[in-house]
């Protein structure tokens, strides 16, 4: 009599962000990790990576400076090699340790994307290459943020969109959670780098994290909470460098919905003359796969997109641009959203404002606001270009005649 074979044990799928790999140790941290999570809990394991903190931006500024509208598949090419490098960089780590990593490329991945290069959608993810590799090795590492197309060419989910990756392959594997690790402790009441009274919440719901996504908290990617609410995977937000404690962090499903403040640091506010204007405008860009918040303030009729996204200016030709201002939203936990700008050296101060009211017993009220601290940059973020240029207008080529001939995790 023959015994039924067990069933394979279910992946782990981790996701690491930039701020993980600020210095070439991080790989390293990562690496230990990853082996010792698989080793103890008997799991193969996927680790989703973004690109080195920093690495994304430098690469978008050195595209910025050379045109001011690149071609989407263009912009696509350059943008994820950020995530590659990554990829290697942590398999490497990885044989180091004396465990086989295998490092894929977007089309090992099984995400299929439409849609713009440089910001496609995901629109499907099947599990048998992901599976192919786990049998060969006990670890795989996937490029954050990036799928291929019906063409099989590799395009970009848009920024910040590993999380997206990593639900998506989470769902597909049937991992019954994702575990997402930033710089920060999980998903809390406002952003801690400038409102240090910030709460940490333990669980918050799938509605919840998605309405302060919208409105442009960093927290979970939008479009990954909705794929992780419609596969049923649970998300858990954990801090980077990891607590001791199991527990740490937020774990998104099941649970309330939480009251925040969301600044929107690199956004661009743009006034209208009318709300039908703005929503014609607001459509487009969405159609596009840019984010955009749509409000109003006392005496103008508003749009918050992000800062330097190509192909805005077309669309933004009739508005006016309130240079220097940022959006600062209050999410109430009724559903409410109440919008203000402010300038941008006083956001900080104004967050704190707010969500002392929001929380009025929270520890410590807030004194006079510092300046918000810069993000880490990783000093191996210009491994690819080098110094980043200064953005400058593209002068406009003269002709040239056709005879003339013309680049640390504890353990």
């Known amino acids: 009599m023959t015994g039924r074979r067990a069933p394979a044990p279910r992946p782990l799928v981790l996701k690491f962000g930039g701020s993980a790999f600020a210095d070439l140790d991080g790989y390293r941290r990562v690496a230990r990790y990853a082996v010792r999570r698989g080793t103890e809990e008997e799991r193969p394991v996927v680790v989703v990576v973004s690109a080195m903190s920093g690495t994304t931006g430098r690469l978008q500024q050195t595209l910025d400076a050379l045109a001011a509208d690149p071609p989407a598949p263009a912009a696509a090419m350059l943008l994820t090699a950020g995530e590659t490098v990554s990829v290697a960089l942590l398999a490497a780590a990885l044989d180091a340790a004396g465990v086989p990593g295998c490092p894929l490329p977007a089309a090992a991945t099984g995400l299929l994307a439409e849609g713009p290069g440089d910001r496609a959608e995901l629109v499907s993810a099947s599990p048998e290459a992901l599976t192919r590799a786990l049998a060969d090795c006990p670890i795989a590492v996937v490029p954050g943020g990036q799928a291929v197309d019906a063409a099989g060419r590799t395009v970009m989910l848009g920024r910040n969109s590993s999380d997206l990756s990593a639900v998506a392959t989470a769902a597909t594997l049937g991992a019954d959670a994702c575990e997402l690790f930033s710089d920060v402790p999980g998903v809390c009441t406002a952003d801690p780098h400038l409102v240090p009274e910030a709460r940490t919440l333990t669980r918050i719901s799938y509605e919840g994290v998605r309405r302060m996504s919208r409105h442009g908290a960093k927290v979970v990617h939008e479009r990954a909470v909705d794929w992780a609410e419609r596969e049923g995977v649970r998300l858990l937000c954990r801090p980077f460098p990891w607590s001791r404690v199991p527990e740490a962090g937020t774990a998104v499903g099941a649970g309330p919905a939480a009251a925040a403040v969301v600044v929107l640091k690199d956004s661009d506010v743009w006034s209208f003359r009318s709300g039908r204007e703005r929503r014609s405008v607001g459509g487009r860009l969405r159609a596009e796969g840019l984010t955009v918040t749509e409000f109003e303030t006392s005496d103008e009729v508003c749009l918050a997109v992000p800062a330097g996204a190509r192909g805005v200016a ?60 810069a993000k880490a940059r990783s000093a191996h973020s210009d491994v690819l270009i080098g110094p980043v240029p200064a953005p400058a207008q593209v002068p406009v080529p003269t002709p040239v005649p056709a005879s003339v001939p013309e680049d640390e995790c504890p353990d």
Request: hydrophobic content about 35%; proline content about 13%; some cysteine.
């Open 314 to 373: 077309r669309h933004v030709r009739t508005a006016r641009l309130l240079d220097g201002l940022c959006l600062v939203t209050t999410l109430r936990a009724d559903g409410r959203a109440e919008h203000t700008v402010v300038p941008r050296p006083e956001a900080a101060a104004e967050a704190r404002r707010r969500h002392l009211l929001l929380y009025p017993d929270t520890p410590g009220a807030p004194g006079p606001a510092g300046p918000s601290p």
